[in-house]
C-alpha cells in the first residue's frame, strides 16, 4: 500500500470519527476554511422510493447542494455541503413526477441545521429559559 493510499485512509477514519452524526453520506472531503470548515458530501447513490408511490428509482433527474450547519468542531462552525438528488418516479401514473432524495435523521426539509445540532440548541434554550436574568 502506498503512502499516499495510507494517508488518505487515516482522513476518512479521522472524518468518520469526528463527523459521526454524518454516518448515511459519503464524505468526499474536508477542508479547513477562513471562517470555519466545510464538510463536502454526497447520498450514496442507492435506490430511494417515491413518497407517493414507494417504487425504488436510481434515474437522476437532476442534483441541488444543500449547506445545513453542524456541531461546531473545535470551536469552529461546521457546514455541510450535501449534494442531494432529485430522482424520476418510476410509476409513469405518479403526480410527482420527481422527488428530492431525504436524508433521515440528519438533515430535515426545510432545515438549515443537522439534527444534531438542532437538538443542542433545543437544550441551550431550555436552559436559558429556566433561568432568571441576573440583572
Known amino acids: 500500500m502506498t503512502s499516499i493510499v495510507k494517508i488518505m485512509l487515516l482522513v476518512n477514519s479521522f472524518a468518520s470519527m469526528a463527523f ?27 435506490p430511494v422510493g417515491c413518497p407517493d408511490r414507494g417504487r425504488s428509482t ?6 441541488h447542494v444543500r449547506r445545513p450547519a453542524e456541531v461546531p468542531v473545535d470551536a469552529r462552525s461546521v ?28 438533515i430535515e426539509r426545510y432545515q438549515r441545521r443537522t439534527s444534531r445540532l438542532t437538538a443542542q440548541v ?10 432568571r436574568c441576573g440583572c
Open 20 to 46: 459521526s452524526g454524518l454516518s448515511a453520506l459519503v464524505i468526499e472531503s474536508v477542508e479547513a476554511e477562513c471562517d470555519g470548515i466545510v464538510v463536502r458530501a454526497r447520498t450514496s447513490g442507492l
Open 79 to 106: 457546514v455541510i455541503e450535501v449534494r442531494i438528488r432529485r430522482l424520476a418516479c418510476a410509476s409513469m401514473v405518479c403526480p410527482r413526477r420527481t422527488f428530492r432524495e431525504q436524508v433521515p435523521g440528519l
Open 58 to 63: 436510481a434515474q437522476v433527474h437532476g442534483c
Open 122 to 131: 433545543r437544550v441551550l434554550v431550555k436552559e436559558a429559559a429556566g433561568r
